[in-house]
């Protein structure tokens, strides 16, 4: 299937891997160039992929396959289909983004950083392009570990307490869903006879829309919230965000940046390639529930973000409001809902991807975030400042940039279903734009502050390499703002497989086992908070020495 | 005894004659470790090979008192890489505290044997005699540190309570003899078949020594409550042989299981399965819950292996719960763990070549930057402990979850407390790492040589955790062979 059988799947996926290797060997001195390279290579191959993919072929394509653990018939499979091409290309773009706009800033433990963010890039491409489970679940749980280098080793004072909550709340949504991978395999197996494609995730969809098949009750509805919870986390949805703000602010910029632009979109992605399909009586089932979650995330998430002194936390806020809409669009199960979700996934990682770096670009010269401490921007940095401008009102929602498509079409997707939701959820975005040009009028507007003026010549204005990791991002907000249809067009077949997968699903009665299940999960909340109250206690000792070292992270 | 007998028993005796020939070599000339090592080596890559041999075709000796089937070779294997890693990781702690390493190879060659007598037993008596085979020279090896108060006074401990609990295993097996009238694995399981097959219910006797049989081998393997000798036995021991404890003994105890309560006590599964569910759910819980709060590596290490032991008990469960692929995660999970915990252990025994150096958590600070290929090493062992794949430890994990899941019921109860417990579990591995990453150097101390026996064996040690990670086929073909030996389930 592929162009003249080369394995670009796995060459995209393991190029960083060889990547990493190479900037391991090589002497320090090339580090920066080698790791740029070879992120530059997977990015070339990534859009060769893209130019490739053929839209309109149902089902994924360029697909590979060998046998790995054949006693559980559990395979090395990867494909591609075009939500799964969407997202590869913005991982790629984002990685050697991060990777040139972390050339100045890092400055420390240079080489470990970079192999740090390919094997990153690893885990991540790994994850939108697994067809297995086992497989996939592998992926997801291999992004972890260097992140939780990135933020602990590079991050801000408080970065341990970060980077440990960061881990263990990630940690416990994913093992429940390795226990729920496990189950539905052998479920599957238990229904089949046989291992074999007990964890192909084409074989289980199949046998999940079959009219005769399909798992019981009791498996989706406990599979399907294990998977819930490790997905809800990573988006982060009310009320799993809390470690969000937490990762964000102490994770050095690029680190955030493939935070908010990849990690959280990792969650959406599980929702609608395998959530949905493998469990749509569950989904069925659940969805209010999730769209009065996604509701509060939304409203919270602005809420909160209006109040927040410090500009990382403002943007990492108000991912958890713009998130809220992706979830929201994925379960109201219609077409336009599921588009939009698809927008807002890519368009959230360019924007607040951007918003991320240009705050970069600023704690890079003030070492300070505090909104109060800033005014007066545009006076001593007007390319920033205008540069600034446009990503604010993209995120804001403005029409003609891409931030707007994703919003409006989830909207246009919920008011079929509840148009009192969608009456809340536009007014929230109101709001939104509130608390983002509040904040830009803020630190860019007026005097220059004296904290500003204190700075002296440090104040300068953005430089040309700064703007060589915005500009691609600019120009996709700009198209993708005007002409959505683009990305509509490469993932309508994976929005007509979701909705149609939904679609088939019938929502479980409410019994004994439902409120069980999950009075099961709010009492494992609730331990879950307790345990961490707990050690939380004995890591406070972590961010107080931290502080003490802060400097030498910098 | 015919000459069948002897082929059947050679990697038995060979064992011996490794370490009488280690003994010889150190009378000789006393004091060249190096060649008392090498003699060690080299007898027990023999012994290894010729396990192998043996276990191509099963055979019994002694009129089945002495079995060899698939599973006696793979636990033999086992054993002996275990005691090969373990004298490979020695000598750099060993000598700069001037402890002899020649008596402390043959002490642990001797203790390979009993675990070698456990794995191929099909005889009660046989069984008790390699289980105290196995611990006395675990004893001795405890307090290998005759000068140090704290490695006597763990040694002092685990010799109490583990002839305590030795005495208590020995008046169960005399109940179980004295109901069924025989000493013979398969004989017990036969009785015991009728006893349930009949009207009696179980009788008090059987249940008393049902009882007394599961807390003597639950002593062993460490599991709550019965877990007390573990920690002060742990941190007091050198680190190599504190290596070796938490895996040798542990894996020679489950060895004892599947031969005691898979084989011969397999009728009554139905009895000791709820008795299992809870040993395990509460020692991993408690394992963990004790090793959030430690300071010390090698204690935390030492809670951290009874939250293992917890794991492995899973596996068991799932088999009583009337899965096979239980007693083959049990198998891997047993492999994967020696070989990730024996490298953990391994790398906290090579920082203190240098003596004085505590097993603190301060003595891994700043240790990713000062020793790279150590700390690299000893993060890896960590991640595969924790459950990260792509390591031994997470295919371990899942193969154990996975049979739990199919058995259903209860036991998928028990596979979510399992995955909660490895999530909690995270926070103290991860705080090593934070130490070894995160943190400055606490000393100037430059950066010590390490010989290459210990690279070597790190090396092996890395291989096997990530082999075991990324093409698990071969070793599950290999304990599917080894469970189907012993299993009474289909």
Redesign the interface.
């Known amino acids: 299937m592929s162009v003249g059988d080369v394995p670009i799947l796995s060459i995209i996926i393991f190029l960083p891997l060889v990547g990493a290797l190479v900037v391991a060997i090589l002497p320090s001195a090339y580090t920066r160039p080698a790791a740029l390279a070879f992120a530059l290579l997977t990015w070339v191959a990534s859009l060769l992929l893209l130019l490739g993919y053929l839209p309109g072929r149902p089902g994924f394509q360029y697909e590979e396959v060998a046998s790995w653990i054949p006693l559980f018939g559990i395979q090395y499979k990867v494909g591609v289909d075009g939500l799964s091409a969407a997202m590869v290309v913005l991982t790629t773009t984002l990685t050697w983004i991060c990777i040139l706009a972390s050339f100045k800033p890092i400055q420390n433990r240079i080489k470990e950083y970079m192999i740090a963010f390919l094997v990153l890039e690893v885990g991540m491409v790994g994850v939108f392009l697994a067809l297995d489970l086992f497989l996939f679940y592998i992926f997801w749980e291999i992004v972890l570990v260097p992140m939780y280098l990135i933020i602990g080793i590079w991050g801000g004072a408080n970065r341990i307490y970060a980077t440990v909550k960061f881990v263990l709340y990630t940690l416990v949504g994913s093992l429940l869903m390795l226990v729920a991978i496990l189950a539905t395999a052998f479920a599957f197996q238990s229904a089949t006879g046989s291992w074999d494609g007990a964890f192909d995730f084409v074989r289980l969809r199949e046998f999940a829309a079959s009219p005769t098949g399909g798992f019981s009750d009791v498996l989706q509805l406990g599979a399907f919230l294990a998977f819930f919870l490790a997905f809800a986390i990573k988006v982060p949805m009310f009320p799993f965000h809390t470690w969000l703000p937490d990762a964000h602010t102490e994770a050095p910029t690029a680190g955030s940046v493939i935070l908010a632009g990849v990690l959280l979109k990792l969650g959406g992605y599980g929702f609608i390639r395998f959530a949905l399909p493998l469990f749509p009586d569950a989904a069925q089932t659940l969805a209010p529930a999730i769209i009065v979650l996604s509701l509060i995330a939304i409203i919270y998430g602005a809420i909160v973000a209006l109040v927040q002194p410090d500009l990382k936390r403002l943007v990492a806020y108000s991912s958890v409001s713009h998130m809220g809409f992706v979830t929201l669009g994925i379960f109201v199960f219609n077409e336009q809902g599921t588009q939009g979700a698809i927008l807002q996934m890519v368009n959230h990682g360019l924007i607040t991807g951007a918003l991320f770096l240009l705050v970069g670009v600023i704690y890079e010269r003030t070492h300070d975030r505090t909104i109060a401490k800033m005014s007066g921007l545009a006076g001593r940095t007007p390319v920033y400042a205008a540069i600034f401008g446009f990503f604010v009102f993209a995120s804001g929602g403005l029409p003609g940039l891409s931030g707007f498509v994703g919003e409006f079409l989830a909207l246009v997707g919920t008011f079929a279903v509840s148009p009192a939701a969608a009456a809340i959820a536009a007014l929230v975005m109101i709001l939104g734009a509130g608390y983002l040009l509040y904040m830009f009028g803020r630190i860019v507007f007026g005097e220059l502050s004296d904290f500003l003026a204190g700075l002296g010549d440090h104040l300068t204005d953005i430089e040309p390499v700064e703007i060589l990791t915005l500009v691609p991002l600019a120009t996709l907000v700009v198209i993708f703002g005007v002409q959505p249809g683009l990305l509509l067009e490469l993932v309508q077949g994976t929005v007509d497989a979701t909705v149609e997968a939904a679609a088939g699903g019938t929502a479980i009665a409410i019994g004994g086992e439902v409120i069980a299940l999950i009075g099961g999960l709010v009492l494992l909340g609730v331990l879950a908070r307790i345990g961490w109250a707990l050690v939380h206690g004995e890591s406070a000792t972590g961010p107080a020495s931290a502080t003490a070292e802060g400097g030498a992270a910098h | 005894m015919t000459f069948e007998d002897l082929t059947t028993i050679a990697p038995l005796i060979l064992a011996v004659l490794s370490a009488a020939a280690v003994l010889i070599v150190d009378l000789i000339w006393p004091g060249r470790s190096p060649l008392a090592i090498a003699t060690a080596l080299l007898t027990l890559g023999a012994t290894a090979a010729v396990t192998i041999v043996v276990g191509q075709s099963p055979s019994t000796a002694f009129g089945g008192a002495y079995t060899v089937d698939a599973l006696t070779s793979f636990l033999d294997v086992l054993f002996i890489a275990i005691v090969v890693l373990t004298i490979m990781f020695a000598p750099d702690y060993l000598l700069p505290r001037s402890l002899p390493v020649a008596e402390f190879a043959i002490v642990l060659i001797f203790a390979m044997c009993g675990a070698m007598l456990i794995a191929g037993s099909a005889d009660l008596l046989l069984l008790f005699l390699g289980l105290e085979l196995m611990v006395l020279p675990g004893y001795l090896l405890a307090g290998f540190h005759k000068s140090d108060s704290y490695s006597t006074e763990g040694a002092i401990k685990y010799f109490l309570l583990g002839a305590f609990s030795s005495a208590i295993f020995l008046f169960g097996l005399a109940f179980v003899w004295g109901l069924t009238g025989t000493t013979r694995v398969d004989g017990v399981a036969e009785a015991l078949s009728a006893i349930i097959a009949g009207d009696a219910p179980l009788s008090p006797g059987l249940a008393m020594g049902l009882a007394f049989l599961t807390t003597g081998v639950a002593f062993k393997i460490a599991a709550v409550p019965f877990h007390y000798w573990t920690p002060d036995a742990y941190q007091g021991s050198p680190t190599p042989i504190t290596g070796y404890l938490s895996v040798g003994p542990k894996i020679g105890a489950f060895a004892l299981i599947l031969r005691l309560f898979v084989e011969a006590l397999g009728p009554l599964s139905d009895v000791w399965l709820p008795v299992i569910v809870i040993l395990s759910a509460i020692t991993m819980t408690l394992g963990n819950l004790v090793a ?2 430690q300071d010390n590596v090698k204690r935390m290490l030492a809670y951290s292996s009874i939250a293992h032991t917890g794991y492995m008990l899973v596996g068991l469960a799932a088999y009583a719960g009337g899965q096979m692929d239980g007693l083959e995660g049990l198998l891997y999970y047993g492999a994967a763990y020696t070989f990730m915990n024996l490298g953990a252990f391994a790398v906290i025994a090579a920082l203190q070549k240098r003596t004085g150096v505590t097993s603190s958590l301060g003595t891994f600070a700043g240790l ?2 000062k020793e790279p290929l150590l700390g690299i090493l000893m993060a890896l062992f960590l ?1 595969s402990l924790t ?4 390591t031994a430890g ?1 295919f371990a994990k ?1 193969t154990v ?2 049979a739990a ?2 058995a259903g019921g209860a036991l ?1 109860v028990l ?2 407390i399992a ?2 417990n ?3 579990a ?2 103290y591995y ?2 090593i ?2 130490y070894m ?4 150097p606490e000393s100037d101390a430059p950066a010590l040589r390490h010989g290459a026996l210990m690279w070597g064996g790190l090396a092996a040690a890395t291989t096997m955790t990530l082999l075991l990670g990324l093409l ?2 071969a070793l ?2 290999i304990v ?1 062979d080894a469970a189907k030996a012993i299993a009474t389930i289909p």
């Open positions: 959030l709060t990713g930057r991640l459950g990260i794949p792509p997470f899942a979850i996975v899941v199919e998928t596979a979510v995955v909660l490895a999530a909690a995270a926070f991860l705080r790492i934070v990453y995160m943190r400055d698990p086929s599950l073909e599917t």
